[in-house]
């Protein structure tokens, strides 16, 4: 059976509770590349596909504590970010981010070569400045800038106050800046 895509969040959550799994479905096709690639960003690296079904299992099984005036996605990503944490401190390292060349898009005309090796080139200095933030920093600028999230969805699934997200956000820009310059502007 095919899961119903055209549904909103409200009622695919409606009819996952009175027990219509194609309606979870939706929800899990709708939310996987974006889990996936939180996972990922937050150091989940090869094991992100295992912490996002795991925490699609555990979303399900809590959907009923789910507050319905708020908004689904940042409540199952800070679940994607709890779980990528229970990752990454089980394995008793600090989480190393694995960012696809994909997350970070640049227009190249395909038939430049020269164009495509220099953006090349950029997302990889780039990505690797993003890489040597630290943790709380790193976690603020993945969420802000390559999750395109709000602040108040990065506070939500990073599960920090406001402020904090607004300093760790400034601060990882600054040092970002300080590392690659004005170079990838």
């Known amino acids: 059976m095919k899961s119903d895509t055209s549904m909103d969040d409200d009622e695919a959550i409606s009819r996952s ?15 996987s590349a974006l889990a996936h690639r939180t996972a990922a960003m937050l150091g989940a690296g090869d094991e992100a596909e295992d912490v996002v079904q795991e925490a699609f299992v555990k979303a399900y099984r809590h959907l009923a504590s789910f507050r319905r005036e708020a908004p689904f996605r940042p409540w199952l990503l800070r679940i994607v970010a709890n779980e990528t944490h229970n990752l ?34 950029r997302r990889a200095r780039l990505l690797e400045a993003v890489r040597g933030l630290p943790e709380r920093e790193r976690h603020a600028v993945v969420c802000r800038y390559f999750l395109q999230l709000t602040e108040a969805e990065t506070a939500q699934v990073l ?6 997200v607004k300093s760790c956000t400034h601060r990882g820009l600054a040092r970002l800046r300080e590392e690659v310059g004005s170079e990838l502007a």
Do not use: F, I, M
Request: proline content about 5%.
């Open 17 to 31: 509770l009175a027990g219509d799994l194609t309606a979870y479905e939706a929800l899990v096709a709708r939310y």
């Open 88 to 121: 990454t401190r089980s394995r008793g390292r600090r989480a190393e981010l694995a960012v696809r060349l994909g997350a970070v898009t640049e227009t190249v005309a395909p038939d430049d070569p020269a164009s495509t090796a220099v953006a090349t080139d």
């Open 159 to 164: 599960d920090w106050p406001l402020g904090t």
